[in-house]
């Protein structure tokens, strides 16, 4: 039977990331002591625990796979639920292959610190997880060998994790449409940090739907929420002080769209029945507001632990080139939208 940190940790009345400095021999990064070192060592021994392992220069099993962390924020690990979930997959995978995280860092600290001090940095991988410049993935790919993007948009040359945001936001609206809606508004956010609103993908897959079926762009309805709750309530509450107002509404996050749902009520109007509302992620909370939130289902989870599959196989050398995975989404229909008024 395959032994895990967490037995060794439980065992050891410690945490996985201990367990995992201490079979490392990592001690640049929060060292452990000495005795509480030599006690996990021994409980790994009993356990008969077997390091997952990079082969030497020879094909010899000889270095151990480490692997980082490195987030746009730090809240996205505990405040985020979108992120929260990919970065609960990314550990839940480790953990299946008797690995933890040897270091989480925000990508300032990254730069500022040497989170690689004390360990050869061709067995370790880094995952970055959420909207950092490209200019920074670069630099980045530069001082990790073995680098892999999660959640956010194709990076030429580096390994990622991603979904078609732009098809399945044109999917998103479209099926407004279907409903008879014509007068869509949008709120969304750059997707990566410095670019505009209107190289974002959930955007240009809006813009296209409106297209395809000959309705133009309203500027005004066009707002950019910043991917928060309290930003996206103000840009919907500009939206719904204007004399001609939408019937419909995209968000391009569910997180987003609570700000929207509370001004949308505020201002005294009903959900679906005078303002439908498609947004995107399906995090947990979405099937629990009132009502329900139709919404295009990412796989959250799935994300993060593919994402360590790959990362993984590529340090072994199973995989030669890199490659960027595109996980299917699925539109999730509940009961905040409904046809529009004058529609047959």
Known sequence: MKITLKEI????????????????????????HDQTRMRIIQIAKELGYHK??????????????????????????YQDPYFSEIIYGIESELMTKGLALDFTVEVEDFFKSDPFADIDKQHVGVICVGPLKS????????????LFCVGGLEEPGIDGVTVDFRGAARQAVQYLLQL??????????????????????????????????????????????????????EAMVDVLRMNDRPTALFVASDKMTYGAYKAIQEFG?????????????????????????TTVRVHKEEMGRIAVKLLTQRME??????LTSYLPTEFVIRGSCAKHEHFA
């Open 52 to 77: 997952l392992q990079l082969p030497d220069e020879s094909g010899e099993k000889a270095s151990e796979i480490r692997v980082g962390l490195v987030l746009h924020q730090a809240k996205a690990k």
């Open 317 to 322: 050398g199973k995989i030669p080139l890199p």
């Open 269 to 293: 109007l009903s959900i679906p029945e005078d303002m439908s509302v498609v947004s995107f992620d399906d995090i947990e909370m979405s099937q629990y507001m009132n009502p329900g939130l």
């Open 9 to 32: 940790a439980d065992r050891a009345n410690v945490s996985i990331s201990s367990v995992s400095r201490a079979l490392s021999g990592n001690h640049g990064i929060a060292p452990v």
């Open 135 to 146: 200019s920074i993935i670069k630099t980045l790919s530069k001082q990790a060998p073995w």
């Open 180 to 233: 008879g809606h014509q007068k869509i508004a949008f709120i969304g956010g750059s997707s990566r940090v410095g670019a505009p609103l209107e190289q974002e993908a959930r955007y240009l897959g809006y813009k296209e739907a409106l297209g395809a079926n000959s309705i133009p762009l309203i500027h005004e309805w066009i707002r950019d929420g910043g991917f928060d709750t309290a930003q996206s309530y």
